[in-house]
């Protein structure tokens, strides 16, 4: 059953949508979407596009990687998440002498059974705060890999399924480059997006100076206002969100352009592409549609494929930035049901 389409009547283009199963505005998941806005928004003042975005990757079961200067509240946006959710939440602060084992989990040999157990390392959490992931060596970022990706963590043979909702969400300072070591491309690529948390407005920021003083909230006060059940199984309404084919042609034209791009020696990949669709979903179903439109896709394309691929030499001597190559790609790439005919 299409529930997007276009029909041409006189020349005129009419955009048809039909009813079907998927949230509304009134719906479990609209507000337990709303909740969590709202919650989240006691203790991070004039970010809500921001928050939007990150329950959006939430509920799209994804990844979050947070690039942008210190103290603009990246830290306390992971941990309100949690706490607003009612699930656990660890902190791990990547350090050069970081090893793999304190990120995934170690057995250790227990004298009174005789036998090895497992102590679960940081990774083991519904909210994984990786606080400036590139100051980690590359061998202690990649323990990361096969928790983003399968959702278990392989320790001595063994497997070990991981917390349900789960969630990295990862920091990193664009300004500080001292000490660190860039993330990989396969690693980026795990990442379902990635956004700038930016300075808060002026209005915002005189918030935040005014209540200096007095009794504030911080992510540690926060109640719960859903349970991680609850957000664990959203992941079946967001997948019932209709894609029309001529949206996964857009898609599809839009990935095929980054290949081709001039300024670009690494386009999208097919999980990519992927990605893309998930978060489309995933913020129609937040609005309370049953289908995704253009503007979804156009909306968050440039969050989930400016940090995967890859600008060329000269691209970058000329000054051209990733958020450019994004934005000439949907400049130059015809929208469904926009061309008039």
């Known amino acids: ?15 048809v949508v039909q009813p079907a199963t998927a949230p509304s505005r009134d719906s ?58 009612g699930g656990t939440c660890h902190r791990i602060q990547f350090t050069p002498d970081l090893l793999p084992s304190d990120v995934t989990g170690v057995s250790v040999w227990n004298r009174v059974s005789e036998e090895f157990e497992f102590r679960p390392g940081g990774v083991f959490a519904n909210v994984v705060l990786a606080d400036e992931i590139n100051r980690a060596s590359p061998k202690t970022q990649s323990a990361l890999l096969e928790a983003m990706e399968e959702r278990q963590v392989s320790v001595d043979a063994h497997t070990y399924q991981l917390p349900q909702p789960f969630m990295v969400i990862a920091t990193q300072n664009p300004i500080e480059l001292e000490g660190t070591y860039p993330l990989p491309e396969a690693q980026l690529d795990r990442f379902l997006m990635r956004i700038p948390m930016g300075y808060p407005s002026r209005d915002a920021e005189l918030a935040i100076l005014e209540s200096q003083g007095e009794r504030t909230h911080t992510a540690d006060d926060l109640q719960p206002v859903a349970h991680a059940s609850d957000v664990a199984d959203v992941g079946a309404v967001v997948s019932a969100v209709h ?38 979903r995933s913020l129609a179903a937040s609005y309370g549609r049953t289908f995704v439109i253009p503007d979804d896709v156009k909306r968050v394309f440039p ?39």
């Open 303 to 341: 969050f989930v494929v400016e940090h995967r691929v890859m600008l060329a030499p000269d691209a970058q001597l000329r000054g051209v930035t990733g958020n450019d190559v994004v934005g000439s790609i949907l400049g130059s790439v015809a929208v469904p049901g926009a061309d008039g005919g």
């Open 243 to 280: 894609f029309a084919d001529e949206l996964r042609d857009y898609v599809l034209d839009l990935v095929d352009a980054s290949r081709r791009h001039a300024d670009l020696i690494l386009g999208v990949s097919p999980r990519g592409s992927l990605a893309v669709q998930r978060a489309a």
């Open 1 to 15: 059953m299409s529930l997007w389409y276009r029909r041409v009547l006189h020349g005129l283009e009419v955009f």
């Open 28 to 85: 479990s998941f609209g507000r337990l979407f709303a909740a969590l806005v709202a919650n989240i928004e006691r203790v991070i003042q004039g970010k809500r596009e921001q928050i939007h975005l990150a329950l959006v990757c939430l509920m799209a079961e994804g990844h979050l990687l947070i690039e942008d200067v210190p103290g603009v509240g990246k830290t306390s946006l992971a941990k309100a998440i949690a706490r607003s959710m």
